[in-house]
């Protein structure tokens, strides 16, 4: 389930997203349609805890993004529309984040840290 509720995000005197509130229920399918620069990336963004908003707050699955944002991104997950982490990614960051996606992390790899990192 996500919430939004009265989410803002100013930047200087420009406001990208303004008093939005929202509910999806688990089982709803919810699309963002609008013109480019309507704020739909930016509400994503604050919704899965990559942008801090101004002001308002969201849940996921009844975390608040913002007091837990590292479990809120453990319960679910975003495709952007420019995937450039990959640029970034090293060869051994790759190989841990490969590893992870296809077996989960073993026991030797979470004590000794293979398994830790932003990915």
């Known amino acids: ?41 930016t509400t994503i963004k604050m919704l899965t805890g990559l942008l801090v908003p101004t002001s308002g707050r969201a849940t996921i699955c009844g975390v608040d993004v913002q007091a837990d944002p590292v479990k809120v991104k453990s319960v679910l997950g975003f495709v952007p529309d420019t995937p450039d982490v990959y640029e970034r990614l090293t060869a051994g960051a790759a190989s841990v984040r490969l590893r992870l996606e296809k077996d989960g992390p073993s026991q030797s790899a979470e004590e000794d840290g293979r398994a830790s990192g932003p990915f």
Do not use: C, H, Q, W
């Open 1 to 41: 389930m996500i919430r939004a509720d009265r989410l803002v995000k100013k930047y200087g005197n420009l406001t990208a997203v303004d008093n939005l509130s929202l509910r999806v229920e688990a089982g709803e399918v919810f699309g963002f349609l609008g013109p480019n620069s309507a704020g739909k990336t």
